[in-house]
C-alpha cells in the first residue's frame, strides 16, 4: 500500500557546473581531498627545509647506518606489533567472550597493523583484513566494528597518558609549550593523569555498561582498562624508541619530548590518509627537530620506514595469503592443479595489488637516474628519440597501471587484457630507456600471473568500469606527489633553466625527469577532471513505462499472489527462467542488483532463477540483493551465502472470518454509517471505464500530493501513472457525483488474494475518509469471494528486542519505537492490527560485512531517489 510522492525525473547526460561544485562538497569527497591537502602540505614542507640535502649525501648517511641501531629498532618493532596484537586479544575477550582464540585475535592483530600501518586508510584497509580472519570464528561485520572501535579507544587512551606522563616527567623540553612555565606543563600533564585515575576508579565501582537513548553500551573492568591503557602506552613507546634509537645523538632531544613529537607526527599520518603517512609523519619529524638540512636524519627516517612500516607489510602480506590458502585447503584439487587451487581466491586481490606495485615501480624509475653504465651502452644500439619516447610512456603506462588496479580487484575481464598489455609494454619501455631489466622481469612476471588465471576475472565492464572515485584519485595524487618530491631531491644539484625542458642527451636525466612529471600532471588532471564530472548517476525511477514482456504479463496473470502486479509499473528490468516459467522484477542501484520480491511463478523454476540472477550479478560486479522476500526461498538465499535481515510483517485479513460485527470493528462500522450519512458513495470502475476517469483520478492525486512533504517513491510501491492506472479496476468514494478517493485494485488469480496500492483522497472531504473506504474494499473482497485482503507491509515491525538479538534488529527497533519525526512506524502497525490480520514476515537477502550499509542506501535510493527520502511522511 502506497503513502508516497510525485515520481523523480530520471537522471542523465553530463552533469552541471553547479553539480560538480555541490559533488565535491560531499564527505565522501572532502575527506580524500583533505587527507591529499594535508599531504600536499607536508610535501611543501618537505620541498623547503631539504634544500641543500642531496641524494647523494643521504646515500652516504644510509651506508654509515650503525648495524646496532637498525637491530635495537627492529627488536623495538617486534615490542611495537607485539603489543598491537594484545589489543585485539583484548578487545575480541571484550565483544566475542569465548568465540575467538586468542591466537586467532593475535594474529588478526598483526595482520591487519602490519597492512593498515603501511597502506593507510587504516578502517578502511583494517576492518576488512580483520574481517577476512575473524570470519573463521563466526563473527560477523558488527562484532568486527567493535573489536576494531575498542582497539581505536585503548591506543586513543594510550597517546593522551603518555602525552600527560611527557608533561610531567620532561616539561622543559616541550618546544610547543614553550610560552607557559614547566609548573604549568606539569599541572596540564598532572590534569590528565589525574582524569584517567579517576576513570579508572569509578569504573572500580561496579559500572559495566552506560545506557544511551535505550543503548546498552558496555564498559571494561577497571582492570581491563588500565590493561588496554598500559598496552597501549608500551605500543606508542616502542614505536617511538624504534625511531628513536636510530637518529643521530645531537639531534635528539630527551625521550618525554620526542614521545609527543612523534605521537603528533602519527596523527597528522592517519589524518592525511596517506599510505602510512608517507611524507606527513617524515615532515613533522624534520621540522619539530629543526634538522631539515641533516642527510643522516633523513636516512634515520629512511631506515625508520624499511624497518618499521615495509618489512611488517612483507611478513604481513605473506601471512594473510598463507591464511587465506588454510581457508581454501579444501576445495585444493589432486596433482599439478592443487597450486592453482589454493592461489584462485587471493589471485585478483594480489594481482591488484602487484599491478599498483608495478605501476609506482615504473613512476619512481621514470623520476630517478638512469645508471651510466646502462646508458653508454645502450647509446650505441638505439637511437636517442627511443629512449627519450621510452622513458615518457614507461611512466604513463605505470600512471595507467595504478587506474586499472581497481579494475582488476573488482575482477573485470576487461582490466586483466590491459593489464597484460600494459605489463609488458611497462616491460619493454624499461629495456629501452635503460636496460632496467629487474623492472622488465618483474613486470612480466606480474603478466604472466594475470595470464594463468584467466578465469578469475570474468565480470563484464567497459571502460567506464575504471573510472577513479574520488578516494582513488587521492590516492594517485598522493602517489604522484610523493614520487615527484623524490624526483626533485634526485636532481637537486641541477639549476633549473628554462632551457631544460628542450635538451635532449643521453645524460639528459633531469630534461626528461621534467618533461615525464608534466606530462604526468596532465593525465592526471584529465583523469580527475572526468571522474568529477562523469562520476555514475544513481538510476532513477523512469516516468515513462517501459515495455513489459509477454512472459511476464501471463505469469502477473497466473500469479495468486497481488505484489507481482508491480511489474506493471514499467520501472523494472526483467530476467525470465530459461522454460519461462518464472521471472524476477530488478532494479539497479550504485553495484546492487535489487529484486522486488521472491521470483515470480513456478517453485523449482524460481529458485534456479535465483541462482541466476546472482551469477549476472556477479559477472557484471555487482551485488545482488532481494528485496521484500517471503519465508518459501530463505534456504535458497541462505545456500548463496547471503545474509538474512528481516525488515517488516505484511498482514493478510482472512476475509472468509472478516465482518464488521464486535468491539474490534466499532471504528469501521462508525465510518461506515457516517458515509452514508454524508454521502460518500463507493463503487468500483471496472478496467476498461478507468481511462475515463483519469482526469478526475489525477486531480485527487495533485490534490494529496500537495499535502506531503517530498515526492512519489517508485520501485516497491506504485505512482500515479496513467499507463500504469489503466491495467486494473479502480474503487472510487465519489461525494455528489464527485470522485473524493480511489485505490487501484490488485486480484491474485483463483480469488485468492485483494489488494489495493496508489491510495489516495481529498484532505477536508470527511475525517472518516480513509476508514470507510477500507471497510468498504473489505467488505467488496469478501462479497466477490477472495480468500485473503493483503493491507500491505508494516515496516520494522516484528524485530527481536532482546540484548542477544542480531545488531540490524536493535537497530531496527530503536529506529521502529524512535522514528515517528522521520516515518509513522508504529501507528500504521497498529492501524493494520485493527483488521486482526495475520502477520507475516519479510526480509532482506544481502552480502553481509562491510557491503551491507552500502546495499541499504542502494535500496532506499532505488525507491526513494535518495535515502532520506525513504522516512518523508
Not at 473 to 482: D, F, T
Not at 604 to 633: C, H, K, S, T
Not at 667 to 691: H, I, M, N, T, W
Not at 695 to 712: C, F, H, I, N, Q
Request: aromatic share 10%.
Amino acid at each position: 500500500m502506497q503513502q508516497a510522492e510525485t515520481a523523480v525525473e530520471k537522471a542523465g547526460g553530463r552533469r552541471s557546473v553547479q553539480q560538480v561544485v555541490v559533488g565535491l562538497l560531499e564527505p565522501r569527497v572532502l575527506g580524500p581531498l583533505f587527507g591529499a591537502g594535508l599531504v600536499v602540505v607536508a610535501l611543501v614542507v618537505i620541498h623547503q627545509i631539504s634544500g641543500r640535502v642531496h641524494l647523494d649525501d643521504i646515500r652516504a648517511a644510509l651506508a654509515q647506518t650503525r648495524p646496532a641501531a637498525v637491530v635495537q629498532s627492529l627488536a623495538l618493532t617486534v615490542v611495537s606489533f607485539a603489543a598491537m596484537a594484545l589489543y585485539d586479544v583484548m578487545a575480541a575477550r571484550r565483544v566475542a567472550a569465548g568465540r575467538v582464540p586468542d591466537r586467532l585475535a593475535a594474529f588478526a592483530g598483526l595482520v591487519g597493523y602490519g597492512i593498515s600501518n603501511a597502506v593507510g586508510f587504516n578502517v578502511v584497509v583494517g576492518g576488512p583484513v580483520r574481517y577476512r580472519i575473524y570470519q573463521a570464528a563466526g563473527l560477523d561485520a558488527a562484532d568486527v566494528g567493535r573489536i576494531v572501535g575498542v582497539s581505536f579507544l585503548a591506543f586513543s587512551c594510550g597517546i593522551v597518558v603518555l602525552a600527560g606522563l611527557a608533561l610531567v616527567l620532561d616539561p622543559a623540553g616541550v618546544a610547543f609549550l614553550k610560552g607557559l612555565s614547566a609548573n604549568a606543563d606539569r599541572t596540564i600533564g598532572a590534569a590528565i593523569l589525574v582524569a584517567f585515575a579517576a576513570v579508572i576508579l569509578w569504573l572500580s565501582r561496579g559500572v559495566r555498561e552506560i545506557a544511551l537513548f535505550g543503548w546498552r553500551l558496555p564498559l571494561p573492568s577497571a582492570r581491563s582498562a588500565l590493561a588496554q591503557i598500559l598496552v597501549a602506552v608500551i605500543d606508542i613507546a616502542a614505536a617511538a624508541g624504534a625511531l628513536y634509537v636510530l637518529l643521530p645523538a645531537d639531534v635528539a632531544p630527551g625521550f618525554a619530548t620526542f614521545l609527543l613529537l612523534f605521537v603528533a607526527a602519527i596523527a597528522a599520518g592517519v589524518l592525511s590518509h596517506a599510505p602510512g603517512g608517507l611524507g606527513v609523519l617524515e615532515a613533522t619529524i624534520l621540522v619539530g627537530l629543526g634538522a631539515g638540512t641533516r642527510p643522516d636524519v633523513v636516512a634515520a627516517l629512511i631506515v625508520f620506514r624499511l624497518v618499521y612500516y615495509a618489512i611488517p607489510l612483507a611478513f604481513a602480506g605473506v601471512a594473510l595469503l598463507a591464511f587465506e590458502a588454510y581457508r581454501a585447503r579444501a576445495a585444493v584439487l589432486s596433482g599439478s592443479r592443487r597450486a592453482a587451487s589454493v592461489m584462485r581466491p587471493v589471485v585478483a586481490p594480489l594481482s591488484a595489488t602487484l599491478v599498483f606495485c608495478g605501476g609506482v615501480v615504473l613512476l619512481l624509475s621514470g623520476n630517478l637516474p638512469a645508471e651510466d653504465e646502462r646508458i653508454g651502452f645502450l647509446s650505441h644500439v638505439l637511437p636517442l628519440p627511443f629512449a627519450e619516447a621510452s622513458h615518457l610512456l614507461a611512466s604513463l603506462v605505470g600512471l595507467m597501471l595504478i587506474v586499472l588496479a581497481r579494475g582488476l580487484y573488482r575482477r573485470i575481464a576487461l582490466a586483466r587484457i590491459a593489464s597484460i598489455l600494459l605489463l609488458l609494454a611497462g616491460a619493454c619501455f624499461s629495456l629501452l630507456k635503460g636496460l632496467d631489466w629487474e623492472e622488465a622481469a618483474i613486470l612480466m612476471l606480474v603478466a604472466g600471473l594475470l595470464f594463468a588465471y584467466p578465469k578469475v576475472f570474468y565480470r563484464k565492464g567497459n571502460w567506464r568500469s575504471f573510472r577513479p572515485t574520488p578516494t582513488w584519485l587521492a590516492l594517485i595524487v598522493i602517489v604522484l606527489s610523493v614520487l615527484t618530491l623524490v624526483g626533485f631531491l634526485a636532481y637537486r644539484h641541477v639549476e633549473y633553466q628554462s632551457s631544460l625542458w628542450w635538451e635532449f642527451a643521453w645524460g639528459g636525466d633531469a630534461p626528461r625527469f621534467l618533461r615525464t612529471t608534466l606530462a604526468l600532471v596532465v593525465v592526471a588532471a584529465a583523469l580527475s577532471i572526468d571522474a568529477l564530472i562523469n562520476r555514475p548517476h544513481q538510476p532513477r525511477p523512469s516516468k515513462t513505462p517501459q515495455p513489459v514482456p509477454d512472459a511476464v504479463r501471463r505469469l502477473v496473470a497466473q500469479s495468486s499472489d497481488t505484489h507481482p502486479a508491480l511489474a506493471l509499473l514499467g520501472d523494472k528490468r526483467f530476467m525470465l527462467s530459461p522454460d519461462g516459467k518464472a521471472f524476477i522484477m530488478y532494479g539497479i542501484a550504485g553495484r546492487s542488483w535489487i529484486t522486488l520480491g521472491d521470483p515470480v511463478g513456478e517453485a523449482e523454476a524460481a529458485r534456479g532463477l535465483v541462482w541466476q540472477f546472482a551469477e549476472a550479478a556477479d559477472r557484471a560486479g555487482a551485488r545482488a540483493v532481494f528485496y521484500a522476500i517471503g519465508p518459501d526461498l530463505l534456504t535458497t538465499y541462505l545456500d548463496l551465502g547471503l545474509a538474512i535481515l528481516k525488515t517488516g510483517e505484511v498482514a493478510r485479513v482472512d476475509l472468509a472470518r472478516f465482518s464488521l460485527q464486535g468491539s474490534a470493528r466499532q471504528d469501521f462500522r462508525y465510518a461506515e454509517k457516517r458515509a452514508e450519512r454524508e454521502g460518500l458513495d463507493f463503487s468500483v470502475v471496472p478496467q476498461a471505464d478507468v481511462p475515463a476517469v483519469l482526469p478526475e483520478l489525477r486531480a485527487v492525486s495533485d490534490a494529496w500530493l500537495a499535502t506531503k512533504s517530498g515526492r512519489e517513491k517508485s520501485f516497491s510501491l506504485g505512482r500515479f501513472d496513467e499507463n500504469y492506472l489503466a491495467e486494473f479496476d479502480c474503487a472510487v468514494i465519489r461525494k455528489q457525483g464527485e470522485i473524493v478517493a480511489f485505490a487501484n485494485l490488485w486480484r491474485g488469480s483463483g480469488n485468492s488474494e485483494l489488494s489495493v496500492d496508489l491510495m489516495r483522497y481529498r484532505h477536508g472531504v470527511s475525517k472518516i475518509l480513509m476508514d470507510a473506504l477500507f471497510a468498504k474494499l473489505l467488505l467488496y473482497g469478501k462479497a466477490e469471494g477472495y480468500r485473503w485482503f493483503n493491507l500491505g507491509a508494516a515496516p520494522l515491525a516484528g524485530l527481536a528486542d532482546h540484548p542477544l538479538a542480531s545488531t540490524w534488529n536493535r537497530l531496527g527497533t530503536f529506529i521502529y519505537r524512535r522514528g515517528d519525526e522521520f516515518y509513522n512506524f508504529e501507528g500504521l502497525r497498529a492501524f493494520k492490527q485493527k483488521f486482526d490480520p495475520v502477520w507475516t514476515p519479510q526480509y532482506l537477502a544481502c552480502p553481509n560485512g562491510l557491503a551491507l550499509p552500502q546495499v541499504l542506501v542502494d535500496v532506499t535510493s532505488l525507491i526513494s531517489g535518495n535515502p532520506i527520502r525513504i522516512f518523508k511522511r
